[in-house]
């Protein structure tokens, strides 16, 4: 079983930064693909990046160039930098975590980008 915690939520300006953590705990030997999804009110689940255990990356066009995913193999940590946010950036962001065929999410945690 393993366990998100998100953090790092909140408001921002546009054109501002902000930086989404996720941490993860439990009984596990090792984490496959973490990433973050983003669920707009009225609006399906989506991606916003991913990076797999070869720290690979993978970013929706709506975002690349803005947006950096990052990892801590160490600590069981994934982040994302948010950079250049728009106000169409704002969703509930979800951790997400993959270990063999399991799939984990977080509780989600609320970005809203506004003046």
């Known amino acids: 079983q393993v366990q998100l915690v998100e953090s790092g939520g909140g408001l921002v300006q546009p054109g501002g930064s902000l930086r989404l953590s996720c941490a993860a705990s439990g009984r596990f030997f090792g984490l496959d693909t973490m990433g973050w999804y983003r669920q707009a009110p009225g609006k399906e689940r989506e991606l916003v990046a991913l990076?797999?255990?070869?720290?690979?990356?993978n970013y929706a066009d709506s975002v690349k160039g803005r947006f950096t995913i990052s990892r801590d193999y160490a600590k069981n940590t994934v982040s994302l930098q948010m950079n250049s946010s728009k106000p169409e950036d704002t969703a509930v962001y979800y951790c997400?975590?993959?270990?063999?065929?399991?799939?984990?999410w977080g509780q989600g945690t609320q970005v809203t980008v506004s003046s």
């Open positions: 990076i797999t255990g070869r720290s690979i990356t």
């Open positions: 997400h975590v993959q270990v063999g065929s399991r799939i984990y």
